[in-house]
Structures are given as C-alpha cells and as structure tokens.
C-alpha cells in the first residue's frame, strides 16, 4: 500500500502561484495507471482537480482550473507536482492527492491533503 504526502500548501494573495508536492513511499507511482489531485473547500464535496497517466503523462483539467494549473510528476523522484498560477479566492480548500491502481478501479491511499488559501 502506498503512503502519500503533500505539501507545499500556504496563503497567498489572488493572483499569486503555488506549487504543490506529492511524494509517494511504500510502492512506486509506475505501479499505478494514474495519479490526481482532488480538492474540498469548507462547506463542500470534495472535487476533481487534475490528473495524470503515468503512462505518458497525458494530463486532464477541471474546467475550473484549466490554463491556469499544470499537474507533472518525477517518476525518478516517485513525486507528483500540481504548478498552480493565477490563484483565486475560490482555489482555497485542502488539496488531496490520491493514486488509481487500473483503469476500472477507484482512486485509493489519499493523502493528509495540504491546505491553500488564497486571499483577495
């Protein structure tokens, strides 16, 4: 079972950039068809951000974040990254980083989740 830690959360001013980190341990990302980052704001369901194939590296947007949010990962580093330009207040919420094992199957090991704030 793999262990998944984000980090690189914060507060910062709209219009400003994070980058978010997701490092895997216990069982490598290549073992995995794809990786995501999902999202939960106060108050809401949480929500599908990005994801990624290992196979490839074919990324898919929220319409919500696309052109703005750019999800990469290091197999090398066994790290997943969310590039996330052009903050808005409505991007604050626990980001979560979460693995799927096939193609059918659900995503699994979440994360603690690392928090962002984006004040106006």
């Known amino acids: 079972q793999v262990q998944l830690l984000e980090s690189g959360g914060g507060l910062v001013q709209a219009g400003g950039s994070l980058r978010l980190s997701c490092a895997a341990s216990?069982?490598?990302?290549?073992?995995?068809?794809?990786m995501a980052w999902f999202r939960q704001a106060p108050g809401k369901e949480r929500e599908f951000v990005a994801s990624?194939?290992?196979?490839?590296?074919?990324?898919q947007y929220a319409d919500s974040v696309k052109g703005r949010f750019t999800i990469s990962r290091d197999n090398a580093k066994n790290t997943m990254y969310l590039q996330m330009n052009s903050l808005r207040p409505e991007d604050t919420a626990v980001y979560y980083c979460?693995?799927?094992?096939?193609?059918?199957?659900?995503?699994?090991?979440w994360g603690q989740g690392t928090q962002v704030i984006v004040s106006s």
């Open positions: 990624i194939t290992w196979r490839g590296g074919w990324g």
């Open positions: 979460t693995v799927k094992p096939s193609v059918a199957a659900s995503f699994e090991s």
């Open positions: 216990g069982r490598a990302f290549s073992t995995y068809v794809m």
